[in-house]
């Protein structure tokens, strides 16, 4: 398996955009998490899912953000409009069902609104 | 709920050394999975050690191993013979087995390791 796939790895966008990560969480794995990383507050859980339902968004900071997950294959997370401040790296993460089973991350979209 | 708090944002030693990353928690759960992730800078995400609470002994890794204190509620992680490609962030996380099965991170550690 290519692991957990995000796209794009970049982006920079105008304040006021919509913008639309996506990810492509690893095969047969039930759970899958966006993470947002920035200097003042490290990893933060924004939403994850079980089985394509979201079960926690408590993260989710404001309305400008959701998140969906049509299928088992494919996720997004949509912010709309963009602001400055929401400027981190977004990461996408999936697990198995399985206790002994770790996160595996996919290589993060760097976000930068101007 | 829980919380994971990393208090050295930074260290750095020589190559070859031993250094130890501190890592303190608090939960109320008695059932739960304690990482240390490592973020080179690629910015990927890592596992590096994983420990199970019910289990006593520390977990290992070639050169990293945990010391977990369940009662103080302390997962430090030990790098030895460490090595200029261990330069990177150290995040600490907790993962509870009932109910949500999110991971928490702590702030992390960077850690550098010098020629």
């Known amino acids: 398996d290519a692991g957990v796939i995000q796209s794009p790895r970049h982006e920079v966008t105008e304040m006021g955009q919509e913008v639309t990560l996506r990810c492509k969480p690893i095969?047969?794995?039930?759970?899958l998490f966006w993470y947002r990383q920035t200097m003042m507050r490290g990893l933060e859980l924004l939403i994850y899912f079980n089985n394509n339902v979201p079960i926690d968004d408590s993260g989710m900071p404001e309305d400008r953000f959701s998140a969906k997950m049509p299928n088992a294959s494919f996720s997004t997370l949509k912010i709309q409009p963009s602001e400055p401040r929401d400027s981190a790296v977004y990461f996408c993460?999936?697990?198995?069902?399985?206790?002994?089973?770790?996160?595996?991350f996919g290589q993060g979209t760097r976000l930068t609104v101007v | 709920a829980q919380t994971v708090t990393q208090s050295q944002p930074e260290m750095s030693v020589q190559e070859a050394e031993t250094v130890t990353l501190s890592c303190t928690y608090d939960?109320?759960?008695?059932?739960?999975?304690l990482f240390w992730y490592k973020q080179p800078p690629s910015r990927q995400m890592i596992l590096v050690i994983r420990?199970?609470?019910?289990?006593?002994q520390n977990a290992t890794e070639n050169r990293f191993s945990v010391n977990f204190q369940k009662a103080a509620k302390s997962f430090s992680l030990k790098i030895s013979d460490s090595q200029l490609g261990d330069t990177a962030m150290y995040f600490c996380a907790f993962m509870k087995l009932e109910g949500a099965q999110k991971l928490v991170f702590g702030q992390g550690t960077r850690l550098t390791i010098n020629p």
């Open positions: 993460a999936s697990r198995d069902q399985g206790l002994n089973t770790e996160a595996f």
């Open positions: 095969s047969g794995h039930d759970y």
């Open positions: 939960t109320s759960e008695n059932n739960y999975y």
């Open positions: 420990q199970e609470a019910y289990k006593q």
